[in-house]
């Protein structure tokens, strides 16, 4: 138990204990890839959100002109910045999943 992990007030065998249970919780490489694959999917509904939105702002702003194409822009970036996100999270879960992380 590093020195440093006990907070002050907390006797030294109280601290010891509660190192112990969190040390013994560690998770596995098989929950971590877990938790990137959600990641990914995660990000991909978030995308598919934006687009949704997107969506609806344009919709919402077809009498005005001047609005359309920065709404329209929103629509697009949100899908992106998703596959982008989801592209990452891939690549980690796979590193994880080999070992490698």
Do not use: Q
Request: glycine content about 14%.
């Amino acid at each position: 138990m590093p020195p440093f992990s006990r907070p002050a007030g907390t006797s030294p065998p109280a601290s010891r204990r509660a190192w112990g249970w969190a040390e013994a919780r560690k998770t596995g490489l098989g929950t971590s890839a877990a938790i990137w694959a959600f990641s990914e999917k995660a990000s991909y509904t978030a995308g598919f959100a934006g687009i949704v939105a997107g969506a609806i702002l344009v919709l919402s702003s077809l009498s005005d002109l001047s609005t359309l194409g920065p709404r329209f822009a929103i629509g697009l970036t949100c899908p992106l910045y998703a596959a982008l996100l989801g592209l990452v999270y891939r690549i980690l879960g796979a590193r994880v999943g080999r070992g490698r992380g």
